[in-house]
Nanobody, 120 residues
Framework: EPKLVESGGGVVQTGGSLTLSCAAS????????IGWFRQAPGNEWVSCID??????YYAPSVKNRFTISSDNAKNTVYLQMTGLKPEDTSTYYC???????????????WGKGTQVTVSS
């Protein structure tokens, strides 16, 4: 059964950096995408990477500040966050899409989340 586990959250000051990790296990194939979301009022999509071709996508609010990457040998996806702002404070979750349309598809196998707090 597919499973995702997030880690790397913490407390940082405005302008600081954090790198979140999403460790994946139980996937039968590598042909899937991993998305990062954060809990605002409702889930806010943050970023996504298609593991099959490395294509990446970002929400406008994080573009040029966050970088998503994948280490396929470690089955881990990272979200490097720089220039953090108080409004980035949230619980961050990763989830998988095994849909043919990858990052545009439905996500499942949600992790339990990791808390990011940015102090002003």
């Amino acid at each position: 059964e597919p499973k995702l586990v997030e880690s790397g959250g913490g407390v940082v000051q405005t302008g600081g950096s954090l790198t979140l990790s999403c460790a994946a296990s139980g996937f039968a194939f590598d042909d899937y995408a991993i998305g990062w979301f954060r809990q605002a009022p409702g889930n806010e999509w943050v970023s996504c990477i298609d593991k099959s071709d490395g294509q990446t996508y970002y929400a406008p609010s994080v573009k040029n500040r966050f970088t998503i990457s994948s280490d396929n040998a470690k089955n881990t996806v990272y979200l490097q966050m720089t220039g953090l702002k108080p409004e980035d404070t949230s619980t961050y979750y990763c989830a998988a899409s095994t849909s043919f349309i990858k990052c545009a598809g439905d996500f499942h196998s949600w992790g339990k989340g990791t808390q990011v707090t940015v102090s002003s």
